[in-house]
Every structure is written in structure tokens, then in C-alpha cells.
């Protein structure tokens, strides 16, 4: 059973969007979430990830825009993303996994179908 995302959609450059991932019940660890994208012809990269204590990583690339946050009595994952640029256009996945380094081992994470972004100029 894998994680179900949502929000995603079309806007102008500037625009927002704030993305949901409601977590799968069958999730045993969710002590790291994290936001993921893969745009066409490219390498799925890393956006953000929350761990269970609190504490967020970002990429340099959205740092200041994009803020993730967690819902733990919905068991949902949030990604609010502000000042949007046409290279955010991607496909965003969400994942959980026991440690925040474990997110590309196939037995060790969890992953949604993802949701499209798209981010016109």
C-alpha cells in the first residue's frame, strides 16, 4: 500500500501550491518524510524531509519557498510551495523511511505515485 499524494496541478510562475501526502497505514516508520521530485530527463532529487524530531533539510535550490511540515494525528505530509518557478515543474513524490538516509532502499522506504507540478512562465 503506498502513500497517496495530492495538490499538485498548473500555475504561473509566482504562484503556490501546497502539496498533501496522506500516509499509508501500512507505514511502519515514518520517522523521516521527505518530498522528492524527477523531472523529465532527470535524476529524481531530494527537496525536503522532516525527522521525527522536528528538524527540516531543504535543497539549496528552494530553500526560502518551500516549507515542509507534518500532521501526525492525520498522518500527513505537507509541502507548501510559494514563489514558484518554471524549473520546479516535476513529478513529487513523497516517502517515509526509518532514517533520513535510507529513503533509495526499496526495503527499507515508502513511496506515493506522485502528483505533477507544472510551473509556467
Known amino acids: 500500500d503506498q502513500h497517496v499524494e495530492s495538490g499538485g496541478g498548473s500555475v504561473q510562475a509566482g504562484g503556490s501550491l501546497r502539496l498533501s501526502c496522506q500516509i499509508s497505514?501500512?507505514?511502519?516508520?515514518?520517522?523521516?518524510m521527505g518530498w522528492f521530485r524527477q523531472a523529465i530527463g532527470k535524476d529524481r532529487e531530494e527537496v525536503a524531509h522532516?525527522?521525527?524530531?522536528?528538524?527540516?533539510k531543504y535543497a539549496d535550490s528552494v530553500k526560502g519557498r518551500f516549507t515542509i511540515s507534518q500532521d501526525n494525528a492525520k498522518k500527513t505530509l505537507y509541502l507548501q510551495m510559494n514563489s514558484l518557478k518554471s524549473e520546479d515543474t516535476a513529478m513529487y513524490y513523497c516517502?517515509?523511511?526509518?532514517?533520513?538516509?535510507?529513503?533509495?532502499?526499496?526495503?527499507?522506504?515508502?513511496w506515493g505515485q506522485g502528483t505533477q507540478v507544472t510551473v509556467s512562465s
Open positions: 516517502a517515509t523511511a526509518a532514517d533520513c538516509g535510507w529513503f533509495q532502499l526499496p526495503l527499507h522506504s515508502r
Open positions: 497505514r501500512y507505514t511502519v516508520s515514518t520517522h523521516c
Open positions: 522532516i525527522d521525527g524530531d522536528g528538524t527540516t
